[in-house]
């Protein structure tokens, strides 16, 4: 792959010798010399630059070409040979120059300063002057944070440091999920369930459990309602279908929704604004003890609860005024989606996972079919919800208003782009989603195209597919913090069977928290995010992740220490200079030196490799090598 970018003035030593090999085939070839540096490739072992002559397509045969360019070329500072193979060009860098420039340039922009605390070196500014907005991670309040959401929030830092190295303004935003239905329901259970002195203990899984109760209860009303439907009893209200329970949660998020969110309407009203706010404080509180842990911060926590009413009843207004409004039946979902509706609700009472999207998506909009036992009971609601009609470009047809009023995740998602777009006036914004997720994103990048939003071609989804292995036997999700835990607890063990070396450390269970969670950072950022045409998955395997052999976090903590530990040890025998310029590089002739030195001088590029393809594995993989 080629590392040039547009005629960008040299900043490495290996920039200059891309740009002198770019300066000869342009005038041997008779081609623009950015054309030439476009195919100027890093080399396979044994070549550091090459250049593939067919992609010039030129009229000429290759081989006569490559014949020319080898004839003409003349050694300089930068390049000191160069050799024909087939179709191929390989060129030497001069290795004497090499060494000493890079060696001189790692040193100087390797020292730490005020905007650059761990150095400069890697880094540059073609970013300069741009904004980008980076979603990620984005967990549910008053729901533990499991390991679902660790990709996004590992590939999310990855990308948000990546657009910093690259000079752009970042901003890391957390997307919470706080609003909607199911916290009408969390209210309601609360409120049945709730303990004080639980909360005061362990706030979020205490939320969780009261969350799981209520949806169990709701369901045993739901079957309820449902079989006397069945036994024929017509004169039954339709409503019926649904639980009490889930009707009083309705009825909460309607009233939150139209005071959206904050502005109350009676006392009890502020008393359920009150618990909502109280929750979603433990929650961000719970969120920063597990990012901490993670070395992962935000600039920003905002929510589907920040989303202004202005710019929902805003979103709804152009989405009427440009014709793109229609209605959408039960039938039309079904057939659509095989749909399958949350009349009975899909919580598992024994599950660590909850899909909030479903909850919040079109079921509300119409009455659906109830599963009893073998048999199926449908009932239609004669009130169609609102919707996009977006078949045309093969997305469906999404609802974005209930036939109740209340409005679909997807028009808060739209109507909180547009937000961010004034607050924040930015160059791009990357939501960092898993493929689960594709024809949601896809759905609302279009309507915002067809509401003719200015920024539609600066948004991007960066998406990527699961981790398996991260259930437990009987399905239950694991929660990130029993992970990092667990692999702390094996490190901390590895750690023991020293017990010398465990003396000499001040804090072990910190160092051994610090080493569990490189593993589990590690083990996903390996994984490539994206393998076309295919999202890629990869499988949860603890007992590899914390080995100490093979690529794994714990072996690259152990490089590092290693390496870290040389000036040490050779100490006093032997005094490092603090002036590189008093170091002889010349007498490093051994070709692992000169090797070692090139794969050091070519980091700056696998910066900008990993700035095109978005994937945590380009930095990662180098690291190893």
């Known amino acids: 792959?080629?590392?040039?970018?547009?005629?960008?003035?040299?900043?490495?030593?290996?920039d200059h010798a891309r740009l002198s090999i770019?300066?000869?085939?342009?005038?041997?070839?008779?081609?623009?010399?950015?054309?030439?540096?476009?195919?100027?490739?890093?080399?396979?072992?044994?070549?550091?630059?090459?250049?593939?002559?067919?992609?010039?397509?030129?009229?000429?045969?290759?081989?006569?070409?490559?014949?020319?360019?080898?004839?003409?070329?003349?050694?300089?500072?930068?390049?000191?040979?160069?050799?024909?193979d087939g179709i191929f060009v390989h060129y030497r860098c001069h290795t004497t120059n090499l060494i000493r420039s890079s060696l001189d340039t790692i040193f100087k922009l390797s020292q730490p300063t005020e905007t650059h605390p761990h150095g400069s070196y890697g880094t540059n500014e073609s970013g300069k002057g741009r904004k980008v907005v980076i979603e990620f991670s984005s967990p549910n309040i008053a729901k533990p944070f499991h390991a679902g959401?660790?990709?996004?929030?590992?590939?999310?830092?990855?990308?948000?440091?990546?657009?910093?190295?690259?000079?752009?303004?970042?901003?890391?935003?957390?997307?919470?999920?706080?609003?909607?239905?199911?916290?009408?329901?969390?209210?309601?259970?609360y409120q049945r369930y709730g303990s004080e002195a639980e909360l005061a203990k362990n706030a979020i899984m205490h939320l969780f459990k009261v969350y799981v109760d209520i949806n169990k209860e709701v369901k045993e009303e739901q079957k309820d309602s449902a079989e006397k439907l069945k036994r024929g009893k017509k004169e039954e209200n339709l409503n019926n279908l649904h639980s009490a329970t889930d009707e009083e949660a309705k009825a909460l998020f309607r009233k939150m929704e139209q005071g959206t969110p904050i502005v109350t309407i009676s006392a009890g009203d502020e008393e359920f604004l009150a618990l909502w706010r109280r929750f979603r404080a433990l929650s961000i509180k719970a969120y920063e003890q597990v990012y901490e842990r993670l070395n992962v911060h935000f600039d920003v926590y905002s929510g589907e609860s920040q989303v202004s009413a202005e710019g929902i009843a805003?979103?709804?207004?152009?989405?009427?005024?440009?014709?793109?409004?229609?209605?959408?039946?039960?039938?039309?979902?079904?057939?659509?989606?095989?749909?399958q509706s949350n009349a009975v609700?899909?919580?598992?009472?024994?599950?660590?996972?909850?899909?909030?999207?479903?909850?919040?998506?079109?079921?509300?909009?119409?009455?659906?079919?109830?599963?009893?036992?073998?048999?199926?009971?449908?009932?239609?609601?004669?009130?169609?919800?609102?919707?996009?009609?977006?078949?045309?470009?093969?997305?469906?047809?999404?609802?974005?208003?209930?036939?109740?009023?209340?409005?679909?995740?997807?028009?808060?998602?739209?109507?909180?782009?547009?937000?961010?777009?004034?607050?924040?006036?930015?160059?791009?914004m990357i939501y960092v989603v898993g493929d689960q997720q594709d024809l949601h994103v896809?759905?609302?990048?279009?309507?915002?195209?067809?509401?003719?939003?200015?920024?539609?071609?600066?948004?991007?989804?960066?998406?990527?597919?699961?981790?398996?292995?991260?259930?437990?036997?009987?399905?239950?999700?694991?929660?990130?913090?029993?992970?990092?835990?667990?692999?702390?607890?094996?490190?901390?063990?590895?750690?023991?069977?020293?017990?010398?070396?465990?003396?000499?450390?001040?804090?072990?269970?910190?160092y051994s928290d610090q080493v569990g969670?490189?593993?589990?950072?590690?083990?996903?950022?390996?994984?490539?995010?994206?393998?076309e045409p295919r999202i890629h998955a990869y499988d949860f395997d603890l007992q590899r992740m914390t080995s100490f052999e093979g690529d794994t976090g714990a072996y690259l903590q152990y490089a590092h220490v290693r390496l870290s530990s040389i000036p040490r040890?050779?100490?006093?025998?032997?005094?490092?200079?603090?002036?590189?310029?008093?170091?002889?590089?010349?007498?490093?002739?051994?070709?692992?030196?000169?090797?070692?030195?090139?794969?050091?001088?070519?980091?700056?590029?696998?910066?900008?490799?990993?700035?095109?393809?978005?994937?945590?594995?380009?930095?990662?993989?180098?690291c190893f090598r």
Not at 28 to 36: D, T
Request: proline content about 4%; charged content about 25%.
């Open 1 to 14: 792959m080629s590392m040039s970018s547009p005629m960008s003035p040299p900043e490495h030593f290996l």
């Open 22 to 84: 770019a300066n000869q085939v342009s005038l041997s070839l008779g081609i623009s010399v950015q054309a030439a540096l476009d195919g100027v490739d890093f080399g396979k072992k044994g070549c550091d630059l090459t250049i593939a002559v067919p992609r010039f397509r030129l009229k000429e045969k290759p081989v006569t070409l490559v014949q020319k360019l080898v004839s003409e070329f003349q050694a300089d500072d930068y390049v000191e040979s160069v050799d024909g």
């Open 149 to 189: 959401h660790l990709r996004s929030t590992i590939i999310g830092t990855f990308l948000s440091n990546l657009f910093e190295a690259n000079g752009w303004q970042v901003v890391r935003l957390n997307y919470l999920g706080d609003w909607g239905k199911q916290f009408g329901l969390l209210a309601v259970g």
């Open 314 to 339: 805003g979103v709804m207004r152009t989405l009427k005024e440009k014709g793109l409004l229609t209605t959408k039946t039960r039938k039309e979902s079904q057939q659509y989606h095989g749909y």
């Open 345 to 428: 609700d899909e919580v598992d009472a024994s599950s660590a996972e909850v899909d909030e999207a479903a909850e919040d998506e079109e079921p509300g909009a119409f009455m659906g079919s109830i599963q009893i036992g073998t048999g199926r009971l449908t009932i239609t609601d004669p009130s169609p919800a609102l919707a996009v009609d977006l078949t045309e470009w093969k997305l469906g047809k999404p609802v974005v208003e209930k036939a109740d009023g209340a409005t679909i995740y997807i028009v808060r998602d739209i109507a909180g782009a547009l937000q961010r777009y004034e607050d924040y006036a930015f160059d791009k």
């Open 442 to 510: 896809a759905q609302f990048f279009k309507i915002l195209s067809l509401m003719d939003a200015p920024f539609v071609d600066r948004l991007e989804h960066v998406n990527f597919g699961k981790v398996h292995g991260m259930s437990t036997r009987n399905g239950e999700v694991k929660f990130l913090e029993e992970i990092l835990d667990t692999t702390k607890d094996a490190m901390l063990a590895q750690m023991m069977k020293n017990e010398e070396k465990v003396r000499e450390i001040n804090d072990p269970s910190y």
């Open 517 to 531: 969670m490189t593993c589990v950072k590690i083990q996903d950022m390996q994984a490539k995010r994206s393998c």
């Open 569 to 622: 040890k050779a100490a006093p025998a032997l005094v490092l200079r603090n002036d590189p310029s008093l170091i002889n590089t010349s007498l490093l002739t051994e070709p692992k030196a000169r090797e070692l030195v090139f794969l050091l001088a070519s980091y700056p590029d696998v910066v900008k490799t990993a700035m095109k393809n978005y994937e945590p594995s380009t930095i990662v993989s180098y």
